[in-house]
């Protein structure tokens, strides 16, 4: 598959985008600063220049399947996380739709709620919006919803659940595992589950979601 790895310079898409470029999958990595350019160029990846604050029609044509891993990160004002996170979320997925892109895996995040009252509620609720928007389309989907991010080593050993409320840690490497086996995993289409690190083989919990 043609996969369009949105927000491809962040810690956990340019793993993402590492796993991809060995495996049978096309990746392209989608970036807003031609600088990044370099490093890709290095895993032999190619390259779509596009920012979610503006049309991406040009980046989402002619895929076959988007992950999208983008986010406005904690150093923006509230203004960016609404604009990326909710609505650029959302512009993706019109677009995947009017380009006839029929796979989307979203990295969400777990105590995502449109009434959250947590101390980053802004994000938590832009997370929201965008995850509920995902679930009413018609496309493929599939929401992976981590706990705080670390920079462990991976694993591959999970944890998954349904209920997408609660605590814990999910190493970038195990994230960016799940998410890549996602595309490959027809039993996680039209679900949303939390991945933290645990002690299940990542292949046996995407079983049983
Ligand atoms: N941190 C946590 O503990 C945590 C917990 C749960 C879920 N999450 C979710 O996991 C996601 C990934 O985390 P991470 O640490 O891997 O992220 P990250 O390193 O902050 O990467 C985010 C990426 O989004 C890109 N981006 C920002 N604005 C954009 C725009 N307007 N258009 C296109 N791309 C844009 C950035 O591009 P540039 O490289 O050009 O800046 C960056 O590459 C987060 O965004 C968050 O939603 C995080």
Redesign the pocket.
């Known amino acids: 598959m043609k996969v369009l790895i ?8 340019t793993r993402v985008t590492r796993r991809l470029a060995e495996s049978a999958h096309d990746p392209v990595a ?4 031609p600088s ?1 350019r370099a490093k890709f160029d290095k895993l032999g990846v190619a390259t779509v220049l ?4 503006y049309p991406i029609d040009h980046a989402v044509q002619g895929c076959d399947a988007i992950i999208f ?5 904690g150093k923006t004002g509230n203004d960016k996380t609404v ?3 909710h609505i ?1 979320a959302i512009r993706s997925m019109v677009a995947a739709q009017v380009h006839g892109v029929r796979r989307y895996i979203m ?4 105590n995502n709620d449109i009434n959250s009252q947590s101390p980053i509620a802004h994000y938590h609720r832009a ?1 929201a919006h965008a995850d509920n928007h995902l679930v009413e389309t018609d496309l493929d989907y599939t929401i992976v919803c ?4 670390t920079d462990e080593a991976g694993t591959e050993l999970v944890s998954v659940s349904a209920e997408l409320q609660g605590k814990g840690l999910t190493s ?1 490497e195990n994230l960016a595992a799940a998410l890549v086996a996602c595309l490959d995993n027809d039993n996680s289409v039209g679900k949303s589950f939390s991945l933290l690190d645990g002690d299940t083989p990542l292949t046996e919990a995407l079983s049983t979601v």
Do not use: V, Y
């Not at 989608?30 to 600063?33: A, E, F």
């Open positions: 949105i927000g491809a310079n962040g810690n956990t898409a989608m970036i807003r600063n990044h596009a920012d979610l604050e891993a983008a986010g406005s990160g604009l990326i996170d650029g990295l969400s995040s777990i997370k981590p706990g705080g991010l970038r």
